[in-house]
């Protein structure tokens, strides 16, 4: 059996590590930048003292780049977890839903949902993703949305669903969505070094090329705007490879937190060893894939920021015994063309497997069938 509750103190002690390395980075890009605009201000001007200089370029700088994370963070959380799923394509699964795979993502996502203390998030199918994915999305339970490609309903048994299910409801236990929000809105306010320094070097070019004064007030400005341009350009690889690391630390820790539900590792591990069956050919193909691949379950684009652990490293940790090999799937693509209220038949999902050990089966309903309330299959 995995130690999962090892694992869990793992990827917390990880990612409190790597988020202090991304302060310590950011108060240093503040100090360096703090450095050239005090600069800028006592050698532009030879007017202003250079403590007055400091004390003027220090506020102004937290404050952009504070600002600036700040009014990132805000812009993404917003709108919750509804409206990230609407914008990938997802369309809300309602209680009433008659497809019998839909049915299913209800039940194990209730069961999940119970079992995680938490309450019942929206769900979502996104129709047109024929690849085996899901993602969770929104800062607080509250607003939280699962979302699940209609590749995970057809290649997924239902024990293996509630592997994924449970990976992704313990993203919002676990706050991820929260993190990851606000490690991308530091790497914005980075970013935003960078746009100033652009600034500096456009005003520059409408400077007057004078001798004296003008002509190095011209030339400060050019040094400070490329110097503005690298501390921005290096501030931004720096961050976004912490926040690849902390994705990816991230994603260990909801692994080992869907055991912990479902008290069953070798379910998520099957499930990820459908998807490298797969290959290149699990991608998301929504426009929307590059900025919310570290929302998915499994890689949705190949990027040079991996935001998930390599994938055979995932299953071996929950798949010991694992030979390695993956077993023959392909994408079904029709699936890709169907959609709500299309006219088409869809994909139906393979036939009910048994339980996870820690999800009991529903009881029996009347005439020996069982209960449609709870079962998912």
Known sequence: MMDFQSRQQEAEQSTARLVALLVLGVVA????????LTGVLYYGTREIQPLTALAIAGPLTV????????????????????????????????AGTADPGEQRLRHVVEEIALASGMPMPAVFVLDDEPSINAFAAGATPETAAIGVTRGAL??????????????????????????????????????????????????????????GRDGDAGVLLVVAGLGLVVVGAVGVLFARLVQAAVSRQREYLADASAVQYTRDPSALGDALIKIGALGAENRIRTVH??????????????????THPPLEERIRRLRPDWDGTFPTLEVRVEAEKASAGGGRERPRPPAGQPFGPYLSPPPPGPGGRPDRRRDGT
């Open 29 to 36: 890009i503040t100090a360096v930048v703090t450095a050239l």
């Open 63 to 94: 404050l952009g780049i504070v600002g600036a994370a700040l009014v990132k963070s805000a812009q993404i959380s917003r709108g919750g977890g509804a409206y990230v799923a609407e914008s990938l394509g997802g369309r809300r699964v309602d």
């Open 154 to 211: 057809t290649h997924l048994d239902r024990r293996e669903l509630q592997g994924v299910i449970g990976h992704e409801m313990s993203h919002v236990r676990n706050a991820d969505t929260r993190i990851t929000t606000r490690v991308i809105g530091w790497v914005f306010g980075i970013a935003a070094i960078a746009v100033l320094g652009r600034i500096l070097l456009l005003g520059s070019w409408f400077t007057p090329r004078r001798r």
């Open 289 to 306: 894939a590059t900025e919310t691949s570290h929302l998915f379950f499994s890689t949705a684009v190949s990027t040079a920021f991996a």
